[in-house]
């Protein structure tokens, strides 16, 4: 780690501490790392709804900092769903158990009955007799042929809560790839299927590009209308993402207002063109206050896209896309930058 990150690390955590101590909360970890997140400026949701509680000069309470954890940390409560589920699974298992050790009990009981009524046969009986252990061997057998019926039924019925239980756990699954706010994949998505694309790309030969997006001016959005309202560009923005890429490829929110594209098997003009595509949707679609119908104006980005070159790793092709989406906003915004743009490869020459 360099001088200057960890210089950088060790100002978030001084700040952290210091709204600790400000706020009077316990100093666990998981407030600790609240403030840590606000220090360094990645969860804008999360310092927006901070900030505006700080701002009124009110107590921050212990369950007012636990709400924000559980809604920005914690995955949205998947821990605990995951938790749950598991326990039910468990249950289930211990119950299939406990029904297979009495079948199992059963079964040994009858066969020792069997053992002894064969005795008792080879025996001189009287009629009677005979009458009475054929009686007593037909009743045990309908027991256990209950008890059989019995553990079918325990078992299917097994089967079917583990089948669903098994389906929420993919849909928990599935929950803690998604961006609560967004509904399309987040940064723990993003860098598991870019490893994976990478590792793809470079075994097929085939292309792979990676185009960075982020919301031009987007604070002001904020400052002016809102944070209800800066939510509503981030799903607007989230939603044109989602429609406008393939099933193959993947829309996801980087962070705050950066939102990704990987597009597997899709070379640098082709990628250009889905960024293009995708600006002019963001830029047509018309934004409304919603309480008021108020017309906001058009939304703008700036978007990077960079090329996987062989030996890429995922960190090389994700700073190659950032230099060009900064390029973008230095050129002044609401346009598409490329890694081949004559500005970029100046920028190469002098590094």
Partial sequence: MANNEIELVDKYCQKALGLLRRTLLPALPKFYDLFYTYASGTNIELNNKLNDKLSTGDNLT???????????????????RL????????????????TIDKARTNNNNYTEMLDDTV????????????????????????????????????LASAKSDISSLKDEVDEVRQDSLLDPLTKIDNRKSFDRFLEVAIDSAEESGKSLSLVMIDIDHFKKFNDTWGHQTGDQVLRLVGSTLRS??????????????????????????????????????IKNRKLHKRSTNENLGCITVSSGVAT????????????????????????????????????????AKVA
């Avoid at 007012?64 to 995955?75: C, H, I, K, Q, R």
């Avoid at 938790?83 to 406990?98: G, Q």
């Avoid at 009677?128 to 008890?147: D, F, G, N, P, R």
């Avoid at 193959?248 to 980087?254: C, F, I, P, T, V």
């Fill in 62 to 80: 212990i369950q007012f900092a636990e709400g924000l954890y559980s809604e920005f940390l914690s995955s949205n409560g998947v821990e605990d």
């Fill in 83 to 98: 938790s749950s589920v598991t326990d039910e699974i468990l249950d289930s298992i211990s119950n299939i158990h406990t």
């Fill in 119 to 154: 005795a008792d046969l080879k025996e001189d009986n009287d009629q009677e007799t005979v009458s009475k252990l054929t009686i007593k061997l037909l009743e045990m057998t309908k027991q256990v042929q209950e008890a059989n019926l019995t553990l079918e039924n325990e």
């Fill in 244 to 281: 406008g890429t393939r099933e193959e490829d993947l829309a996801a929110r980087y962070g705050g207002e950066e939102f990704a594209l990987i597009l597997v098997d899709t070379d640098l003009e082709q990628a250009c063109i889905v960024a293009e595509k995708i600006r002019k949707s």
């Fill in 308 to 347: 996987f070159r062989s030996g890429d790793s995922a960190e090389t092709l994700v700073e190659r896309s950032d230099v060009c989406l900064y390029a973008a906003k230095h050129a002044g915004r609401n346009r598409v930058i490329n890694e081949d743009h004559s500005s970029i490869k100046k920028q």
